[in-house]
Structure formats: structure tokens, C-alpha cells
């Protein structure tokens, strides 16, 4: 018998079909974020990312432009199994003969062309998009949408309502939804005189943003909120509370960063909740290492426990995942590999949990036999499936960081 037959059933025993696992598994879309590429720099003269958040090392071989970084994420991506969606954001307009011409306010879906062209060619399930509010002139002390200027408000809320009108685009472009993600940076560094005043103003503009009418059939809205970031330590204006009463009485939805809580607080135990309420969630997975760091996705126990409770509530179609994390200090590439096939590991790990066991020893308060299946289970074989799951997907001899190390020295390197 070979690994994956002696693999397969020792599953079974525990009522696990592995076969199943590794098709629902196939099934589920990832969406990868094009910044991890370019260190969330982008094509709009932007530079560094500001308000906040930061990204550090200086490996070689960042993608600098358009063509760069498609090469790179098709490479990338060929070494990702499964289903794959591309996250961008809208700093990566190709602005063409427009450059220095249309601002952030003014982006037209064919400032995105291609994008969708690129995304078509290389098979993706769709696209999804993030408004850019950050990174740019406008942004006038620390504050987008919840200035108290109100020139600075017209010009975010027209980039919002730009960027639905794209998001639009991709979304009959590639025939699949588009989830468009607001973030942005507004805080204060130190003790606020008025802590509701922004909040006020950011949820007249949201209101503004969303009022421009979209197909809420194609394009779904979410808002992530965030507890704090470098520079903005004492008061962030889109917070927890806020967004999800936003999202709540607005008919949107949440999306859930893992590094934007306290960090007693998990995501695992706010996607159950949520999915009380609300029809979507979506998420931002990344690695926060003492603060939002955004490290690259490692598979570890909170990892898990987030596939468990997409994938045991059923909630594999509700549940929309992308990824959040950008690392320079290490090769891009294999920076975007390992945390994508995290993901798509840690949902296998989840799929392979016996669920409707589990849940029905705690019914009826069998505790003690629930803490035995849960810890026996956390041996299981697990490799041997994934293995298998490669095998099937055409990735046999999964020899992936040697090709990697080829286009380093063929690709990064040459990149001065
Ligand atoms: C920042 C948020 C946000 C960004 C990306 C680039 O704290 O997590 O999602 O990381 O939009
Ligand atoms: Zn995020």
C-alpha cells in the first residue's frame, strides 16, 4: 500500500474521506495580493507605503514595474496550487498616457486593462480590489476620508466611487465578484480632544462613497478595521466598533485582518460571530509578529483554527480569503508561495478534521472524549494527503524553491 492509501485510512477510521478533502480543497479560492511583489509600492508615484504600515529589508529583485511584477506573480502563481483570485489595489494603475495626468480621484477601468488581460491569460477565478489610501499628497495629516478638510474628503470619497466603477469592470470582465476593501491609515499619535467628530465625518463619507450605485450583485463592499499603527499608537478612527456597526446597518460587509486586534483577541473565534449576522466575511490573513507586522503566513495554530471555522460552519462560500503580508528582507517569490500554500495546507488540516464528531461530542458534553480526538488527530498524517493533493494538481517532483533559486539568478538578479 502506498503513503497516501495508508494516509487515506487512517482518516476513514476517524470518518475523515480524504478524497474529499483534497476536492473541496481545490474548490476554494485564495485571493493573493499583488503587493507582496513590489513591497506595496505601486505604479502611481506613490512610493513607500505610509500611514502606518510599513515594509522592511532590502532583498534584491523587487518588481518596479507593470511587466515586472506580472512576470513575477506568474511565476509565483505557478507554483500555488488550487484556486487562485488576484488582489490589487489601486495604486497599481497602469496609467499609460494619463501619468501625471489623472489622479487617484479620477482611475477608469482602463487604467486596469491590463490587469484583467493578464488575469484572463494566466486563468484566474477573478479579481478583487482596495481603494488606495495611502501613499499619496492627499492624504493631509495622517487623515483620508475623516478629514476635517473638506476638499480632502470630496477627493478620497471620488477615489472610493472610482474604484467601485473598476471594480465593476473586473467583475463582469472576469465573470466573478469583485470584493473591494476599504482601509484607511486616519489616526491620531496622541490623546484625541475629539474622538467621535472623524468618526462622524468618516461614516458621512462612506455613505457618500457607497451612494454612487453599484451592481451589489458583482461587487461586494467590505470595511477592515484596525486597532492601531505605527505613528497613529492613540486613536484610529475606523475601529472595530465602528465598522462593524457600519457594515451592519449598511448591508456590507467586515473583513477581518489577523493582525488588527489585541493580541489576546483571534479571528478564529470573530468569524463564527460575524457569520451569525452577515451573509459574507471576508479576511486578510497575515502574521503579525508583536505588532501588525505583516511577516509572511506561517502554519501555525491560529492559521488552523480559522480554516476550522470556515470550513466546519460550512462557510467555504461565504467566507472570502486574501492574504496581507509583505516581506522584503527575504525573495518575493518564495515570500508569496510559502504563505499561499500555508493557507491552502492549514485549509487541507481543517478539512481533514473529523468536524461533525467533534461537534457532536461537545453536545452532549463529552468533553473528555473531545480533548482525545482533538489531540489524536493532531498526528495524523497530514503530509501524505497534501502530497497527494500536489500530485493530483501537477506538481509532482514539488522540487518548487530550486526553480525559484533558477529565476533568482536568471530574473531578480538582473534586476539593478
Ligand atoms: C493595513 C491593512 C491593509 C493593507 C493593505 C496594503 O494595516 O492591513 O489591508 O495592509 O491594504
Ligand atoms: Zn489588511
New binding site residues.
Given amino acids: 500500500m502506498n503513503r497516501y492509501d495508508q494516509a487515506k485510512e487512517m482518516f476513514a477510521s476517524y470518518g475523515v474521506d480524504a478524497d474529499k478533502a483534497m476536492k473541496a480543497l481545490a474548490g476554494i479560492p485564495v485571493s493573493v495580493h499583488c503587493w507582496q511583489g513590489d513591497d506595496v509600492v505601486g505604479f502611481d508615484g506613490g512610493g513607500a507605503a505610509s500611514g502606518g504600515i510599513q515594509t522592511t529589508g532590502n532583498y534584491p529583485g523587487r518588481a518596479r514595474t507593470p511587466e515586472e511584477l506580472m512576470e513575477d506573480i506568474r511565476f509565483a502563481f505557478s507554483l500555488i496550487p488550487g484556486k487562485k483570485r488576484l488582489n490589487l489595489h489601486a495604486s497599481y494603475a497602469i496609467l499609460g498616457a494619463d501619468a501625471g495626468k489623472v489622479d487617484r480621484d479620477a482611475y477608469r477601468p482602463e487604467h486596469f486593462a491590463p490587469w484583467v488581460k493578464f488575469a484572463k491569460e494566466i486563468g484566474l477565478d477573478g479579481i478583487d480590489f482596495n481603494p488606495t489610501y495611502f501613499s499619496h499628497p492627499m492624504v493631509r495629516d495622517g487623515l483620508t476620508l475623516s478629514s476635517p478638510v473638506e476638499e480632502v474628503r470630496k477627493f478620497w470619497i471620488r477615489h472610493g466611487q472610482a474604484c467601485l466603477k473598476i471594480a465593476e469592470y473586473f467583475a463582469t470582465e472576469m465573470n466573478s465578484h469583485c470584493l473591494v476593501?476599504i482601509?484607511i491609515p486616519d489616526g491620531l499619535k496622541d490623546v484625541p480632544a475629539d474622538r467621535l467628530g472623524p468618526r462622524l465625518r468618516l461614516k458621512d463619507a462612506l455613505d457618500e462613497i457607497l451612494s454612487v450605485g453599484y451592481d451589489k450583485s458583482k461587487v461586494y463592499v467590505a470595511v477592515?478595521s484596525?486597532v492601531f499603527g505605527i505613528g497613529v499608537e492613540s486613536y484610529t478612527v475606523g475601529n472595530n466598533e465602528f465598522y462593524q456597526n457600519y457594515a451592519a446597518t449598511r448591508g456590507i460587509c467586515c473583513?477581518l485582518?489577523n493582525?488588527?486586534y489585541h493580541p489576546t483577541e483571534t479571528v478564529s473565534d470573530k468569524i463564527p460571530s460575524l457569520l451569525a449576522f452577515y451573509d459574507k466575511v471576508a479576511l486578510?490573513v497575515?502574521r503579525p509578529v508583536r505588532w501588525?507586522s505583516?511577516h509572511v503566513v506561517l502554519l501555525e495554530d491560529e492559521l488552523k483554527e480559522i480554516c476550522k471555522e470556515i470550513v466546519r460552519n460550512d462557510a467555504t462560500d461565504k467566507v472570502m480569503i486574501?492574504l496581507?503580508y509583505f516581506d522584503a528582507s527575504i525573495n518575493r517569490i518564495s515570500a508569496w508561495v510559502v504563505g499561499a500554500r500555508n493557507m491552502q495546507k492549514a485549509l487541507l488540516y481543517a478539512l481533514l478534521q473529523p468536524n461533525a464528531k467533534m461537534k457532536a461530542l461537545q453536545d452532549c458534553a463529552n468533553f473528555t472524549e473531545q480533548m482525545v480526538v482533538q489531540e489524536e488527530c493532531k498526528m495524523l498524517p497530514y503530509g501524505d494527503i497534501w502530497t497527494e493533493y500536489l500530485k493530483k494538481y501537477r506538481f509532482a517532483g514539488d522540487d518548487w524553491f530550486k526553480e525559484v533559486a533558477a529565476y533568482e539568478k536568471k530574473v531578480l538578479k538582473e534586476r539593478k
Fill in positions: 476593501n482601509w477592515e484596525k473583513l485582518d493582525g488588527h486578510h497575515t501588525d505583516d486574501g496581507d
